[in-house]
């Protein structure tokens, strides 16, 4: 279920701070009036996302399977009839909200748009690059996050400028992919479904083409074109290993597949609704960042050390240490520590990783962050102090 959005940091922090000190550099924060704005921003963009999918013509149903209750919105469909488009969960306060309060709202495209120029321009926070905007843009008026699906990668590490109000360092937001999770139970349970994915990612760039998978299955997983821009589709794996390189067949999906991945519960669990600073906004979901950090330490021990594979890791490790600084010095080093904690006690595999991580792939700047920040959020939650992994 995705938590309501969050823009900027506390409030209580005085914005007169002058900034974190990061792994070799000065990571500044982004003053108070901007953080107010995203949320402003935020809310906006929501409510026209909302009103896109949602016209005042239809009418919302509850429904239950299960034995849990969803929403479900009926749209007369001209001829006596009517078509039926997922919502969500009952029990997601935000959503039962706009059920209740339903009405067109009015779209201040606008307005919006000069929201989004002032923060990237003068604020700080991060635009993605055309291509990427544009295809998240794309699937999210298919309804992707409507479905419930989840922005993970850099793409989704960008909107942490805002969500923790400081300002990222370049090098560790480039890319060149988008990657998409959605959890394989929501997929087949919601009975609805994007639009054919390949059409939307050609209404982008008319030379977005399906993958062939590595296995030899006709099913596709991964979309890119001619220019190498790829966008990716994952779901989460629980079961055995011997699934990781069979596509995983996603009903929701608008007849895309999706890679099995060992850890992506993890890290899509309990998302975050927030803003993706392209042309005026795109309300998207993205993860925790607490349980961003944790589960790049432990991706970073699962790829190889040539090639792309070996840059995909150093930059999940940079990634990694920025949030670190970035958690503690904006007062959520309990966020991190129950992320930690929750992914330390699944088991011998997941301490094995975390411990790898801290010892062999962390800078020295690194090391001493993430024992900071488990130290304090340790306090925070009321566990003991913690062990030090670079000493097991």
């Known amino acids: 279920m995705s938590r309501l959005f969050r823009g900027g940091i506390d409030p209580d922090i005085p914005s007169c701070e002058k900034g974190i000190t990061l792994v070799g ?11 107010t704005m995203l949320a402003e921003l935020g809310q906006r963009s929501m409510d026209a996302a909302w009103t896109a999918d949602f016209p005042a013509e239809g009418r919302f149903q509850r429904v239950v399977v299960k034995e849990r209750s969803y929403w479900y919105f009926d749209i007369p469909d001209g001829s006596g009839g009517k078509s039926r488009r997922y919502v969500g969960p009952a029990e997601d ?70 969500l923790l109000g400081v300002r990222l360092p370049a090098a560790a937001i480039l890319t060149g992919d988008a990657d998409i999770a959605q959890d394989y139970a929501i997929s087949r349970e919601v009975e609805d479904t994007l639009p054919p994915i390949v059409d939307l990612l050609q209404n982008v760039d008319p030379s977005f083409r ?51 991945l060992r850890f992506l519960d993890f890290l899509i669990r309990d998302p975050l609704r927030t803003i993706l600073l392209h042309k005026s906004g795109v309300a998207v979901t993205v993860p925790d960042p607490a349980r961003y950090a944790v589960h790049k330490m432990i991706v970073a021990t699962r790829r190889r050390t040539d090639g792309l594979s070996a840059i995909k890791r150093d930059k999940d490790i940079r990634q990694a240490e920025i949030l670190f600084e970035a958690l503690y010095e904006t007062r959520r080093a309990s966020d991190f520590a129950i992320a930690f904690e929750e992914a330390w006690q699944r088991g011998p595999a997941w301490q094995g990783a975390l411990q790898k991580a801290a010892n062999s792939m962390l800078s020295v700047e690194g090391q001493a962050a993430l024992s900071r920040i488990r130290r304090k959020g340790n306090i925070e939650i009321g566990l003991d102090p913690p062990e030090d992994l670079m000493s097991t």
Do not use: C
């Open 93 to 162: 306060g935000e959503i039962t909200r706009r059920v209740e309060t339903h009405q067109r709202q009015r779209d201040d495209l606008l307005a919006r748009r000069r929201m989004v120029s002032s923060l990237t321009r003068e604020g700080g926070m991060i635009a993605p690059d055309k291509m990427s905007g544009a295809i998240v843009e794309a699937l999210a008026s298919g309804g992707l996050f409507r479905l419930r699906g989840v922005l993970i990668g850099t793409v989704a590490f960008q909107t942490y400028a805002g």
């Open 25 to 35: 550099s000065m990571m500044k924060k982004i003053d108070l009036v901007y953080q």
């Open 210 to 260: 399906p993958v062939p998978h590595r296995s030899g299955s006709i099913a596709s997983s991964a979309f890119q074109n001619a220019t190498g821009y790829r966008v990716e589709f994952l779901t989460s794996n629980r079961g055995s290993d011997d699934y990781i390189d069979q596509p995983a067949s996603m009903p929701a999906l608008g007849g895309a597949s999706a890679d099995p």
